[in-house]
């Protein structure tokens, strides 16, 4: 167990590596200068869009600056804004708990809204409560979080006067915005849970629990689910993910503080190394996620545990 875990530790370090090549390069893959983007909209002359371009270290070979770089970002070196030359990773990591706080709401909604109605439409096959889970899943997935935001501001801000339509003030200010996110995280986690279920209530060993006479809903919840959550956990673990990445646009709709909007901020002051940085911090929070599901798996499934011991 001890290898596997060593495995999966060294394969997120190689793609947090890979991150940090794909993060370099976004200054060669925009099109045009980056010094002239950077530059956009002010009176530019030659020389000091060549001061920047020496200040950002254009000015070197491509593989040099490559090297500083990826030197400059072991040592937690995100670089500095270029709007007011504050470091970049203290900006982020102000912002940070408020994403993470809207995300780990979200996911909350989500895992228990879509477990509860995955295992409910697996059980209720054909019925009326399967085809109501499925209707709601299908509407999860396919609503735009910017849309479905605006939709629940209008309900229950404007209409019904429940919650603040905007700000980051208490956890009131949180519920619209996580449930934006959380609806759309459980339609995938609802597809998957019911998918997972059906599989694992037709295999040999639901059948010898129920005939040993244990309660339906000891089997249901003892045993069947917990299987049926192995393969549930990779897409979860996405969806934690892709609700991370949909903080960016609803921290946006809600006016709500976090690296969602930093990065909105930066994209249009043309902040480069801002975006860059909130790239690659976003990059690494997601491979930390996905291992960690990952990791779970030897926790949740016995037969995960034998194989890796042997």
């Avoid at 006067?161 to 956890?171: K, L, N, Q, V």
């Avoid at 459980?186 to 010898?208: A, D, H, K, Q, Y």
């Avoid at 909130?278 to 949740?300: E, G, K, M, P």
């Amino acid at each position: 167990m001890a290898l596997a875990i060593i495995r999966r530790i060294i394969s997120s370090m190689l793609v947090i590596a890979g991150a940090s090549v794909l993060v370099f390069f976004i200054l060669y893959l925009l099109p045009g200068d980056p010094v002239l983007i950077m530059l956009a909209g002010t009176t530019t002359s030659a020389e000091a869009a060549a001061n920047l371009r020496h200040q950002l270290g254009l000015d070197q070979p491509v593989f040099m600056q490559f090297v500083q770089y990826a030197g400059d970002l072991l040592r937690g070196d995100f670089g500095k804004s270029m709007v007011n030359e504050d470091p970049v990773l203290p900006k982020i990591l102000e912002q940070f708990p408020a994403t993470a706080a809207l995300t780990a709401a979200g996911t909350l909604i989500a895992l228990l809204t879509g477990i509860w109605l995955g295992v409910l439409s697996a059980v209720h096959r054909s019925g009326v409560i399967d085809l109501l889970a499925r209707i709601i899943s299908l509407f999860g997935i396919s609503m735009p979080t910017f849309w479905s935001g605006i939709l629940l501001i209008l309900i229950f801000s404007v209409h019904l006067d429940w919650f603040p339509a905007m700000g980051s003030e208490g956890w009131r200010s949180l519920v619209l915005p996580a449930l934006a996110l959380g609806l759309v995280g459980s339609g995938f986690i609802v597809r998957m849970v019911r998918s997972s279920m059906l599989e694992v209530m037709n295999e040999p060993f639901i059948t010898t629990l129920r005939s040993k006479g244990l309660p339906e809903r000891f089997i249901l919840y003892k045993h069947a689910l917990r299987s049926a959550l192995n393969p549930a956990l990779t897409m979860i673990g996405i969806q934690i993910g892709e609700l991370m990445a949909g903080a960016v646009v609803i921290e946006t709709v809600f006016s709500r503080q976090g690296i969602g909007r930093l990065l909105g901020g930066a994209i249009m002051a043309k902040d480069l190394p801002v975006v860059q940085g909130v790239v690659f911090f976003t990059a690494i929070i997601y491979v930390l996620i996905n291992l960690l599901v990952d990791l779970s798996y030897t926790l949740i499934d016995p037969r995960v545990r034998r194989a890796s011991s042997r």
